[in-house]
């Protein structure tokens, strides 16, 4: 296995909302010279075991991952949806979080089911099995952007995040999401890693991003996502220096979703803003070993 090199420890497959096969996205890895790969699909690690004998045969190291929501309660009041990886560079999940993982899956289809009524009422011709027919294996909201902006709701994939499926949307519908201290802790009982995704997604300011971070890493946070396609290079090196301030390991990937966000490249991101050192995984293999 390598030791040097760059890596990605952030991307789908068609097990979740992404374009590619676990078998396509192995083999994209390797033609792109990766030295290790994180699938990270929503709520699910079916696309990495799908992957895995297709990594062992190509020698691709590749890490078993998992993005799960999460609801972050702000010290003022607010709250937002953030996102956290579990990465498991060493071990296997536990039962328990995998049952879990299962609860997941059920919260989010029922999401779905109460995202397709709303779209409905607001006059939408969208249905619940439309939208899970997009999905191999689970439905995310990208299938459903993808519909709106087929039958000509939308004319693009931001715009149906911003009139119908985002956080900021009339129609948008919350999950039922454990707080992110809660996920936090079950993945590190689950045996895995947790990290805060695309941290600029959360739209905070830097004082309330600071203060909320710690109070994650006192509920075991352990990396903070500071490579990522949102993450331009001045936020990057930002993210670099809070993480070595709050003794957050550092971890990146692309997010590299397939055809659905053409832009993105797996390793290299948006335009080339990503490149994750191998470095950054063996410190969380030597942090568990
Ligand atoms: P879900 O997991 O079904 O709630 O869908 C979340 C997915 O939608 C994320 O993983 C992103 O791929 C995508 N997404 C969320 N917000 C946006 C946005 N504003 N623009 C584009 N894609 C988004
Ligand atoms: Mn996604
Ligand atoms: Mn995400
Ligand atoms: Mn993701």
């Keep these: 296995m390598a030791t040097s090199g760059y890596i990605d420890l952030h991307s789908h497959t068609t097990e979740s909302d992404g374009s590619y096969a676990p078998e396509e996205l192995v083999d994209l890895a390797v033609r792109t010279d990766l030295k290790a790969l ?31 929501n999460s609801r972050l309660n702000l010290t003022n009041g607010d709250g937002r949806s953030a996102h956290l990886l579990g990465l498991f560079p060493s071990r296997e999940p536990s039962g328990e979080f995998i049952n879990w993982i299962e609860d997941q899956r059920r919260d989010r289809r029922d999401r779905n089911r109460k995202l397709a009524e709303t779209l409905q009422n607001r006059g939408v011709r969208v249905t619940l099995e439309e ?31 911003r009139e119908y499926l985002g956080e900021d949307a ?17 993945i590190r009982s689950g045996g895995g890693i947790p990290v805060v995704a695309h ?32 993450q331009d290079p001045q936020l990057q090196a930002y993210y670099h220096q ?9 971890t990146g990937g692309s997010d590299f979703h397939g055809r659905i966000k053409p832009d993105i490249d797996l390793g290299t991101g948006l335009r080339g803003n990503v ?12 942090l568990m070993p």
């Excluded at 191999?136 to 715009?159: C, P, W």
């Excluded at 490149?275 to 063996?282: A, G, H, I, K, N």
């Design 38 to 68: 994180a699938i990270t699909d929503h709520d699910t690690f079916s696309g990495y075991e799908m992957a895995l004998p297709f990594a062992r045969k190509a020698g691709l190291d590749l890490v078993r991952g998992i993005e799960l």
């Design 131 to 161: 939208a899970e027919g997009r999905g191999r294996n689970l439905t995310s909201r990208t299938h459903f952007a993808q519909i709106l902006m087929e039958k000509g709701y939308v004319d693009t994939f931001e715009e149906a995040f």
């Design 170 to 186: 009339p129609s948008y519908v919350a999950r039922q999401s454990l707080t992110s201290e809660e996920v936090i802790r079950r």
């Design 199 to 230: 941290p600029v997604r959360l739209s905070l300011g830097r004082d309330i991003e600071r203060q909320e971070l710690i109070k994650l890493k006192e509920a075991g946070l352990i990396a903070l996502e500071i490579y990522h396609s949102d």
């Design 242 to 250: 809070l993480a070595r301030e709050l003794d957050l390991l550092p």
């Design 275 to 286: 490149r994750v050192p191998f470095e950054f995984l063996q410190r969380l293999r030597e």
